[in-house]
């Protein structure tokens, strides 16, 4: 999305949705850590930093999420010095992670994720901002996961992936909330248009088939999940996170008000 002419961008406005795709987020990273996907480095660039989280978004979310990521804050100590614990440290984060998600209710209609912004409609916080009463009247101050190039998509959109996937195998989240909010003809056409790998898109067209093995073939269903996975396993190794990853996925942004 470099010199392209929109971005990227999941709102984190709603406080339970926000916990809900935190958590989401992190579990995935946690899967990728777990199986090698990717390193402790490259997982603390990616969720387990102070700077992860705003000082504001810390005062307003479960505090058991905030505990969730400063425990991730010490994995590569834990690495380097009690090497024999790690694994055991990543499948309590895992287990914590799981138990906060299954307190949700899932049953109220979900609403995509992703959105698909001009970019010239949005003005980030902390770019000089000239005209202050023309902005505060004409645009919408707001929290996002702010995606602005193709690379840094393809990261958080595999991570959301995968802890989707891991969620749907645990049943902490249904898999109709699964597809309203991600697996959909919406999110796919966005990451489409916005020029992410046809394999990516591909993964998501599964991910909206899964219903169709649900309710009559667990196994295929099952596989299926298994096979999704190890796809985006692969395209996340081709990924080059320590280069696209610059801490700051979470920004406050202003996006224009719409008639």
Known sequence: ??????????????????????????????DNLEQDIISVREAELAVFSTSFLTQRMRKKINTNIIDIVYNGIYLEDILDWIPHTFKERIHGMQ???????SKYDYSNLAKPWIENIDTENIIQENERIKKLKYIKKNYNKIKAIYMDTKEKSEIIILGLLNGILVSLENKVISLDYAQKSFFSNNTKEILKSNGLRDEIIDLIQKGMELDSYFQGNIQKYESTIREIKNTAYSLLKECDLEKDIDGSW????RCKKTN
Not at 95 to 101: C, H, S
């Open 95 to 101: 287990k914590a992670v799981i138990a906060l998600l």
């Open 1 to 30: 999305m470099t010199n392209s002419e929109t971005t990227l961008i999941i709102k984190l406005v709603e406080k339970k949705e926000t916990e809900r795709i935190l958590l989401i987020l992190i579990n995935g990273i946690l």
């Open 250 to 253: 979470i920004r406050t942004i």
